[in-house]
Every structure is written in C-alpha cells, then in structure tokens.
C-alpha cells in the first residue's frame, strides 16, 4: 500500500486501495489514504479512472460502496466549486458524463444510489446545455430494456431520469425553467407514457410472483414520480390529451390487491412495492385536484372513493405511515374545497370520516408508546408543535379541521360526541383508559383550533370554550398529586395548555408555571419534563401583539418581573433535565434555559458564578463527542447571556469568566473539535471585548490567530474574524505598535479573494481602518486598495460593490476625503473621478436595508466626498446626481430600521435563535451595534447643512434643480427646514 501511494501514476487498482485503506480503524493508514486521495482524485484523468475501478467489479462491495460515495463527494465538491481554480478540468468532466448513465444502469442498487446522486450534481449545471445527449441516451435504452424484458435497466434509467426531473418541483416558475421543461417534454413524455402502459400489462399474469411484481411496481412508482415532476408546474398538452392513459391504471392501482407482496420489505420496516406506488399516486391525484381541477373532474370522485376505502383498510403498521398520511392529506383538501362540496354535504359521510378514518389515526399506537418510553427525541420531534414531521395523528387532526371549513357545525357536533365517548371511558378506570383520554385531547385541540403558527393558536372555533375545557380536562391533570401518573396523559396536558398559551392572560399563565416546573422532577420521563421546559420556552416567547412597543417591537407578555418569582425553582428544574442521562443533549431544554436567562437578564446575577459553572460542567461533559448540534448551539448561547450580562453589571466579572470558561475552550480548540471552535472564538471574542484590559491569555492567543494554518477550516472563519475584530477594537495600537497589521491585512486578502468570505474581510478591514492610526497604516493604503481593485474587476456584483462602497466611506469619514482621493489616485490618475462615476454615486442608491449606524457612514461619506472633494468643479452632472442618490436613500431607509430593536429586555424582536450547519453566529454574543463616527451629525442634518455651507461659495439650485427628481427636490427642502437651513 505504501509503494501506492508513492507512485506519481496512480492506476485503478492503486485507486482502490487508497479507498479500502481510508476505512481502516488505524488512524495513521486512514489519513494518508485520505490525503492521497485527495491529492490524485482531482488530477485529470483520474476521476474517470476511479468511476472504471468502481463498475470493474474487482473491488469488494463494502469498498466499492465507499468509492461510490468518494466519487459522488469529489463532484459535490469540485464539479462547479466557487473557487474555479479548484474545479475538475472540462475534459475530465466530459468524460464523466459520456460514462456514467452506463455506470449508474449497471451497478447494484447500494452503489447505484451514490451515483445517481452524483448524477444529479452534475445535471444540475450542464444539463441540457452541456449535456445534450443525455436524454436520448436513456431513450434509446429504455428500448432496448423494453424489447428485452431487462427490467433492471429500465429501472436504472428510469431512477436518472427521476433524478434529472425533479428540478421541476417546488420551484417558482421562470422562462428558463420552461425551456427545460420544454425539452424534457419533447424528448420523454411519449417514452415515459409507453414504459408505463407496457409496465401495467403484464401485472394481471404475475399475481403469484412476487419477484416480478416487485420490479414492474418500482419501475411504476418511478414513472408515477416522474409524471408528478413534469405535471408539477403546468398541465401538458401531451398529459392533457392522454390523461384516461395515466389516471386510468392510477385509479386501478388505488384498489388493486397483490397478496404475494404484502411481506416485501417488512424485515426492513418499508412499505411494500404496492404501497410506494400508491402513495406516489396519490400525490399526482393531489396534484391534480389542486392545480387542475377542470381537467381531472372526472376522474376525481372514482379515485376520492378509493383512497378512502383505501384509509379503511390500511393496516396501522408504521411501515404504512407514508400511504396513510399522504391518503389523509388528500381528504383534507378536498374536503375543504367549496367545489367539493357535493361529495361530502351528508351527514353519514362525516360520520363516517371521523369514525373510520380520524378516530383510527389519533389514538396512540404501541409504536408510539415503545417511542415515548425508549426513544423520547424522536417522540418529541414527531409530536410536538412546529414539527415538519408528517404522523397520522398530526394528519387526522388536519382533516378534522379541514372538515370544520365547510362543515363546521356538523362537525363540531360529532367529533363533539365522541369526545364524551371517550372521556366517559376514561373515567370509569382511569388507570386502564388513558389512552381514551389522551386520544379525547387531541381531539380537543383538532376541533378547537383553526388556524395556528410556531407563535401559536391565531383562531379558535367559537362554538369550544377553551378556558372551560382547560380547567376541566386538563388542570385537574397538571395538579394530580401523583405527578408520576398516566405519563403520557401529562405530557398531552401540558401540550394543550401550551397551544393555548396565547389565549391566556398573564395571571392563567403565571398559574401555570409552578405546575410546568413540578412536572421537571427527576422521577418523569423525559418527554414530560421536556414538554414542561418547551412549554416554558413558548410562554417566554409571547408577544403582546395588541401594545404598541418601541418601533416595530411588541413587549413581551411574560417579562422580567412576571419570571422573577420563579427564577429559582425553574433554574433548579431545568438542571434535573439537563443531569438526565437519558438524553444527555436535550435541546429543547437548552433552549428553555436559554430563553430564562435572556428574559431573565441582571436577575441572574446572584446565582450567574453557579449558573456558569453548571454551563461549563455541562460543556464538559459533552465536548468530546458532540453529537447534538443544536443543544450546542443554545448551550453556547446561555454562555454568551451571562457574560454579556453580568459584565456590564459586575466589576471585574470578566477575570471570573476567563478562569470559569478558559479550561474548556483550551481543550476545545487543542482538540480541535470541529463542531464547537467557531462557538469558542466567539465567546473568547465577547470577553475580550468586555475585559478591561487585554489579558495574558489573549495575548498568547493572538500569534496563533494571525497564523494561517488556524485559517484553513472554512467554517472557522466568521468566528475566526469575529475574535480577531475584538483585538482590532480592544488593542489596534498595540498591534501596529508590535508590527502584526501586516499579518491582518495578509488574512483580509486571503479573505476577499473568496466569495464566501468577503463581508467577513470587510469586516475586518473596516475594524483595521477604525483602530489603527493612520501614521501606522498609511504605507498599507495603496497595496490594499490595488488588491480591492482587482478583485472589483473579478467581482463586480453589486454586494461586492456596496461592500466596497461602504468601506470607501469609512476611510472617507475616518481620515477624509483627501486621503481617500490621493490613494486612487496614487494607483492610477484619474482613477478617483472614474470609480465616482462608475461604482461609487452610480450604485449609491441601489443599495438598500441599511442599519441606522451603517445608513450614518454610508450617506455622511458620500456627502463628505460630494462637499469636500473636486466632482462639483470637474463634473457637475455627476455631483447633481449624487446629491440625488443620497437623498433617495435617505427618503428610502431612514427612519425605517427597527427589524432589530429590542423590547428592553436584551431580546431582538422575534429573534430565531437557531443552529446553522454553515455558520452558527451566536446571537447573544455578537457584536453591538455602535455608531462609528460619533462626532458626525445624522445624514438628515449633515446633508443640508454640508450643502448650505457649500452654497455661501458657489450657487447649487440650477444643478440640484437639473438633476434631482422633484420628489427629491421636495425631500430636500424638507431637511433643509428640519435642519434649519436654506440653499441658494
């Protein structure tokens, strides 16, 4: 294997043993298998030779699975990256493509997968500009399979030609998108709707083999997803005209019945062939009956009979939960729709829905019984509010409201009845019954509720009273002096109550907190104390959206003082939670924390030394294996509440954290764990920016900052720059004094040259010209606005040209005009003029959604320049439209910000603190918001005044009259008056 990886010619074979070698558990054979990889895969033509070693049959299957997915990963990465100069070589990638329809047909199914994949990616770029060839391709095998019999190629080709088309779904339209379209319709309809109609004919002759069946009913629930992919976003002439072709064999696959093939897949927990077709179906009958009703009209009320026979019958094995949910979600449209009314106006039909189809499916199964006890996570996150997670009882409680848009009081009525039913049943024997109560709750909310969001229930059904079905049904639950009773009947209560949390008044909602708290206790499960922390979580999270807040922000309807009772019985709580070893990274409840601390804000300052150090042991508890992303994320987020906190409040805190924190951070990062770093150098960068003084720690860190090895994880870098910002603000003199400028000023190129990394290199640009005194810098200018140049030539998108823009404003409003307009023209003569005219006032008004503090640089720079600089004397026209672009800015954006206003408890209005697989900024540890250029009056005043003291030397009216709008003359008059000025 070494003689391999030293040869300079890799082969196929030697290819193949790198990949095996890249599985071993000896991690010094493992990365240099992988680094050997890395180095040959992407050299020409050894991709190609990879794919050859993959379909040569040589490899084992557990390697030629890895090859696979090496293949598939090296064309992720590098077939269309951002940084072109790593991108695969064109005739590499035009052999890959005359290739790998055939790799893809004639591999197994664990390899085939990885390919097609990998197929996809490459599909998504170049065809069918670059890879015309690609349909008939599968045309012409596809008859070949078909004359043949080859079931596996058909299926093969089918699979890419799925893969290809689904670019088609859930996509907004465009004239592009239609030309696509167009093509694959010109080149496959015909072909598809043969394959599906000879793949239908010989199922009536193959009832007994299941085999067989199998094949022809994948290669049918394929065509039936790509015909769902090229109806999706208009009907085609072609699908119009032979659509009894299509809905036809659908209408008869809905009722069909193939006993041989009942038990395929079930040792894996899949559906069966059968029941992947029908759920396919079904999809396009909702398709149709959504988009194009007109058309499907006559096919709708045989195939609505069916998939409702269908739900009857279905069997309530979780490996049937995809046909089931999507067979509900059909009934729930078309029961919703006035133009179906028709169809289920009697009485005996509604009965019959809630009886055989909602009641069935909202009971609690033994599934989920085994989930709640054995596998909580996956409980919560098919249960809970906001899940993306389609279940049957989430679908049941859809139709019954579906059915209330129409049928409202009928349905009422009867959901109403077997309520009692069941909470009679249940109180016979409550021990024995529960299910029938909690089964009675769900219904509650399924009836009750019209219209919800991840804020809550936004209406409820008028004929319910909420408050009364919640002291009698639910109370009496949460107070039960058996906490520890009827588990999962607890977690529902306090579900139902927290659905309603925004119909309560601040007194039902503090009545409720001591009971979400004694439902923490160690002794419950987890799904119950879970459900009592998100519960929590919601309620710190209303708004008063009747009361007017400070700008765009509502105040929060649970605040400081409202918690503050309860502060420390809840923080105790959440810590039994957290200690569960069952799920030792409960998210949820890092979350609930999170959310306490942040409303909670100096009312921690007691217990912030305990608070901290629970934090840190909980940090070190989970740091070495992190498995949990999003329980990171807010664990970090608490750290960041309670030193952003607590150091503006407490002297000297600062040291107390480094102490409490640093230990961990330092393992972190010596670890090198992935996951965590960027949440650590954000931390580190909100310390620093709280200390009073930059500590010994820090500055040991610093070279290791600066080093451009710390630089290489892609992922490290906002954070990277985030932290190096805070020296820049912290200690910038001391940096230019010790002579490392030079080195932040190498990371900003590095930084600009990437797409990805530009804002970051701004960033810090911007922090480098704010710190850094101009004696110290001034050598610096020149070099740097040359490399920005240049890559303004590369880039000169409009996000690059306002960052550029803006950071022009800064040297303007930092060191004047003059140097900014001396530094151009040291690069070339007239360029200064030329950038005006071409980037800098041309685009000025195109920017939008400006920050106050941002909005404040960017329009007293550009005033600073029009006033300050020659443009008026050189190119009246120019200066005019200036003038203008700044004005409409100004009419545009100011006043307008307040997205981000807080409420005054610290929380930014509505503010989604979530985990981000790319960049997981953390909210409570992000830089403040601060106004640069303090000594600088706002733009409104700075304008006219700028403006009034330019015209006592020369007369602006015919020009500003020539070249600004009259809306603009108008807006200007009025700051002239507001500021006190006139213009002459």
Excluded at 423 to 438: I, S, T, V
Aim: one cysteine or more; glycine letters at 4%.
């Amino acid at each position: 294997l070494a003689a391999r990886l030293a040869s300079p010619r890799p082969t196929m074979q030697g290819l193949l043993q790198a990949v095996e070698a890249s599985l071993s558990p000896e991690k010094a054979t493992r990365e240099a298998a992988e680094e050997y990889l890395k180095q040959t895969t992407r050299q020409p033509g050894n991709l190609l030779l990879l794919a050859q070693g993959i379909g040569s049959g040589t490899a084992a299957p557990p390697v030629a699975q890895a090859a696979a997915v090496y293949f598939k990963n090296v064309v992720k990465n590098y077939w269309e990256p951002e940084d072109r100069e790593n991108a695969l070589n064109e005739a590499d990638k035009a052999r890959v493509r005359e290739n790998v329809v055939g790799m893809v047909v004639a591999s197994p199914y664990e390899i085939q997968r990885q390919l097609t994949e990998a197929l996809s990616i490459i599909a998504k770029t170049d065809f069918p500009a670059k890879w015309e060839s690609l349909l008939p391709e599968l045309v012409e095998k596809l008859k070949v399979a078909h004359t043949n019999n080859d079931f596996a190629l058909i299926y093969g080709c089918l699979l890419i030609a799925n893969e290809v088309m689904k670019r088609f779904r859930y996509v907004y339209k465009s004239d592009e998108l239609f030309l696509q379209l167009k093509y694959c319709l010109d080149h496959f309809q015909e072909t598809l709707t043969v394959i599906f109609r000879q793949s239908c004919a010989p199922l009536a002759s193959l009832q007994g083999d299941a085999n067989s069946l199998t094949k022809l009913l994948e290669i049918l629930r394929l065509c039936a997803r790509i015909f769902f992919s090229l109806n999706y976003q208009d009907i085609p002439e072609y699908f119009e005209d032979n659509l009894a072709q299509w809905m036809g064999p659908f209408d008869n696959f809905l009722g069909a019945e193939f006993p041989a093939i009942n038990g395929v897949n079930a040792a894996r927990d899949q559906p069966n062939p059968l029941a992947q077709l029908q759920a396919a179906i079904i999809e396009n009958v909702m398709l149709y009956a959504d988009k194009y009703d007109e058309q499907f009209a006559e096919h709708l009320p045989s195939c609505t009979r069916k998939i409702w026979a269908l739900l009857t019958t279905i069997s309530p094995e979780p490996r049937n939960d995809q046909l089931a949910t999507k067979g509900i979600t059909f009934l729930t449209r078309i029961i919703s729709k006035q133009l179906h009314y028709d169809i289920f106006k009697e009485e005996s039909t509604l009965r019959q829905m809630v009886t055989h189809v909602v009641l069935p499916n909202i009971m609690l199964r033994e599934l989920e019984e085994e989930l709640f006890e054995m596998s909580p996570t996956e409980f919560i996150q098919r249960d809970m509010e906001g899940s993306d997670t389609d279940t049957r009882r989430r679908c049941a409680r859809d139709l019954v409201r579906g059915m209330c848009k129409l049928f409202g009081q009928q349905t009422t009525q009867i959901v109403g009845e077997h309520i009692q039913v069941l909470l009679k049943e249940y109180q016979a024997n409550p021990e024995q019954n529960w299910r029938q109560k909690d089964a009675a709750l769900h219904l509650i909310l399924a009836v009750t509720v019209r219209a919800e969001s991840k804020k809550g229930v936004r209406e409820v059904n008028e004929a319910i009273n909420v408050m009364e079905m919640l002291s009698t049904h639910v109370l009496p639950e949460l107070q039960d002096s058996n906490v520890a009773a009827r588990p999962i009947v607890k977690a529902s209560a306090i579900k139902f109550a927290n659905t309603f949390r925004g119909q309560m008044s601040v007194t039902e909602l503090s009545s409720l907190m001591p009971l979400y708290i004694r439902h923490m206790g160690a002794e419950l499960p987890v799904v119950v104390q879970t459900y009592a922390c998100i519960a929590v979580e919601r309620i710190l999270t209303l708004r008063d959206r009747a009361a007017s807040g400070s700008g765009k922000v509502q105040p929060l309807v649970f605040t400081r003082s409202h918690l503050s009772p309860f502060m420390e019985p809840l923080t105790q709580g959440i810590f039994h939670v957290l200690s569960n070893d069952e799920v030792p990274e409960n998210d949820y409840v890092m979350k609930a924390l999170m959310r306490v601390l942040c409303v909670a804000q100096e009312e921690v300052q007691p217990v912030y030394q305990q608070l901290t150090q629970t934090l840190t042991s909980t940090l070190g508890r989970v740091w070495k294996n992190p498995s949990n992303p999003h329980f990171g994320h807010y664990l970090f987020e608490c750290i960041g509440i309670l030193v952003g906190t607590i150091t503006k409040t407490v002297p000297g805190s600062g040291v107390a954290f480094e102490e409490l924190l640093f230990p961990p951070f330092q393992a972190i990062l010596q670890e090198d764990v992935a996951q965590l770093t960027p949440y650590v150098f954000q931390i580190m960068a909100q310390l620093l920016e709280a200390s009073e003084n930059v500590s010994d720690a820090f500055w040991q860190l610093l070279p290791i900052l600066l080093t451009p090895v710390t630089w290489q994880r892609k992922s490290n870098t906002p954070a990277l720059v985030r932290f190096l910002v805070a020296y820049m603000k912290k200690a910038g003199r001391v940096l230019a004094e010790q002579g490392k400028i030079e080195a932040v000023l190498a990371i900003a190129q590095k930084l600009v040259s990437s797409r990805a990394n530009e804002i970051s290199s701004f960033q810090l640009l911007e922090m480098v010209v704010l710190h850094v005194p101009q004696d110290h810098l001034s050598k610096y200018l020149v070099p740097l606005m040359q490399v920005l140049l240049t890559r303004l030539q590369q880039n000169n998108n409009l996000k690059f040209i306002r960052l550029i823009s803006y950071f022009w404003c800064v040297i303007i409003n930092k060191f004047g005009v003059a140097t900014w307009w001396s530094t151009l023209e040291s690069v070339q003569a007239g360029l200064a003029m030329m950038l005006s005219q071409s980037i800098f006032l041309s685009n000025a008004a195109r920017h939008k959604n400006w920050s106050a503090e941002e909005l404040k640089c960017f329009c007293d720079g550009i005033v600073s320049l029009l006033v300050q600089g020659p443009i008026l004397g050189q190119n009246p026209a120019l200066w005019g439209s200036g003038v203008g672009a700044v004005v409409q800015v100004l009419m545009r954006d100011s006043g307008a910000d307040g997205d981000d206003e807080e409420d005054g408890s610290g929380i930014a209005a509505e503010m989604e603190v979530t985990y981000d697989a790319t960049y997981s900024r953390l909210a409570f540890a992000s830089a403040a918001k601060i106004d640069a250029f303090p000594n600088l009056p706002p733009p409104l005043v700075y304008l006219p005044r700028c403006l009034a003291e330019l015209g006592g030397q020369q007369p602006l009216l015919p020009v500003l009259q020539q070249q600004l709008t009259p809306d603009q003359q108008a807006a200007l008059q009025q700051m002239c008056q507001s500021a006190g000025v006139t213009l002459t």
